[in-house]
């Protein structure tokens, strides 16, 4: 008698979870997976609540995060379906779709996550250009386009060049070691670039000026 009302009492607690898991998580997923399908969009394998997550982390343990992206894209090409986690991600690589997404032409057609949302406006606000939307968002961007002109970007162009030189130059001295961690000299490499077109050529005049900056961003 105990055992069977054990036995009740769990199926009174667990279906209704399971219920509303399949209904909030893997119906909603499993239907937009199967629309891109039907129209013929290839992808990866639908995989209720984990996604492709077991397959990224593996690649990401094994450091051949990119590769495994790579491999997608010469298996399903520049458009595909990858699963992350219980979202369904429509993957878009294709140079003409991205450049309708990004630019301005089409900007009413396209929305943000509410996830993206979520995430950000606590840690950078509501009015930034990452998370606003409409009027808000091109406000943001026409105050960002002068920064982006032709005429500043080139006058940047020779501490971008500057910068790289100097990386290429202590990578091939370099004799510590036979390998060397691209990410980790990429990244301190953007930084210094930034760092440098915001505070002028002579930043890096300045004592273990580079390894603060890259400590800072890095921790």
Request: aromatic residues 8%; glycine residues 6%; contains cysteine.
């Amino acid at each position: 008698m105990i055992f069977l009302l054990f036995v009740y009492t769990s199926c009174a607690v667990v279906l209704p979870i399971v219920l509303i898991v399949y209904w909030k998580l893997i119906r909603p997923a499993k239907r937009l997976h199967d629309a891109f399908r039907s129209q013929g969009v290839p992808g990866e394998p639908f995989v209720p609540i984990i996604g492709q997550l077991l397959e990224m982390n593996r690649s990401r343990a094994n450091d051949q995060y990119m590769d495994y992206y790579e491999e997608l894209v010469k298996k399903h090409g520049n458009i595909f379906l990858h699963g992350f986690g219980p979202l369904v991600r429509l993957i878009v690589l294709e140079p003409d779709m991205l450049a309708d997404v990004l630019g301005r032409s089409h900007a009413q057609n396209y929305s943000k996550t509410a996830l993206n949302s979520n995430v950000f406006k606590p840690i950078i606000g509501t009015h930034d250009l990452l998370v606003s939307e409409g009027i808000e968002h091109e406000r943001a961007r026409k105050m960002l386009n002068p920064a982006f002109h032709a005429i500043n970007l080139q006058s940047m162009v020779s501490i971008m060049v500057d910068q790289t030189r100097k990386v290429i130059d202590e990578l091939f001295a370099s004799t510590n070691s036979t390998s060397v961690n691209l990410q980790t000299e990429l990244n301190a490499l953007t930084l210094s670039i930034i760092a440098s077109c915001a505070f002028g050529k002579g930043f890096e005049t300045i004592g273990n000026a580079r390894d603060i900056v890259n400590r800072a961003f890095t921790v």
